[in-house]
């Protein structure tokens, strides 16, 4: 299957933007379904940076006692403000902890998806290597099997071969018998010849 090509930032910025200004929340799953694919790690990164390209958003907060406030009340106020502010302020720091931790964990869930892509793509160069070596094996063992096919043609031809031999010499076998045999009646007859004519002499 062919890979995405990588992820642009402006092509993040832009999906990004029209699912905020669709009411929908931008979050790493929907860019990924939104962009058709990617890297997680690279969306992560893009998505960071969108966030701080965004304008901040203008909070109207009263900085001025309000004028219907009684003068006799003046002091209460101040009172109430710098506990607010010392609130405000713990609230603050407490907040800032609580984001540095959690772009602690956020580069470490990063450096855990880089790994994980890293080996995904390793795992998936290793079954493509093992899939081109299986191609090879298997285009050996039909090479294999079509020699073995040439092979087995040529012992049958052998096989016949010998066979025949196998027959010729047991023709000959019967002939060279019979040969025997007619020479050793030949040789009975040459004796008996023999002895007719030794007959034959003495009664000269």
């Known amino acids: 299957?062919?890979?995405?090509?990588?992820?642009?930032?402006?092509?993040?910025?832009?999906?990004?933007?029209?699912?905020?200004?669709e009411g929908k929340e931008v979050t790493a799953v929907a860019l990924l379904d939104a962009l058709g694919g990617g890297s997680l790690r690279t969306?992560?990164?893009?998505?960071?940076?969108?966030?701080?390209?965004r304008p901040a958003e203008v909070k109207n907060e009263p900085t001025e006692i309000p004028p219907a406030v009684m003068a006799g009340f003046a002091n209460s106020w101040r009172l109430a403000t710098q506990e607010a502010g010392r609130e405000v302020a713990e609230v603050k720091e407490k907040a800032k902890e609580e984001v540095a931790a959690a772009?602690?964990?956020?580069?470490?869930?990063?450096?855990?998806?880089?790994?994980?892509?890293?080996?995904s793509e390793a795992d998936a160069q290793e079954i493509e290597r093992l899939t081109a070596k299986l191609a090879e094996v298997e285009a050996a063992c039909l090479e294999a099997q079509k020699e073995a096919v040439g092979h087995k043609g040529m012992v049958d031809q052998l096989q016949k071969l010998v066979e025949k031999q196998e027959k010729e010499v047991e023709r000959l076998r019967i002939e060279a018998a019979k040969a025997s045999e007619l020479k050793g009646r030949l040789e009975t007859l040459q004796a008996q010849n023999d002895k007719l004519m030794v007959r034959l002499d003495k009664t000269k």
């Open 43 to 53: 969306i992560y990164k893009l998505m960071e940076a969108w966030q701080h390209s």
């Open 103 to 119: 772009l602690r964990q956020f580069h470490g869930a990063l450096e855990a998806i880089g790994k994980m892509e890293a080996e």
């Open 1 to 21: 299957m062919a890979r995405r090509r990588a992820i642009e930032a402006d092509e993040l910025f832009e999906t990004a933007n029209r699912l905020k200004a």
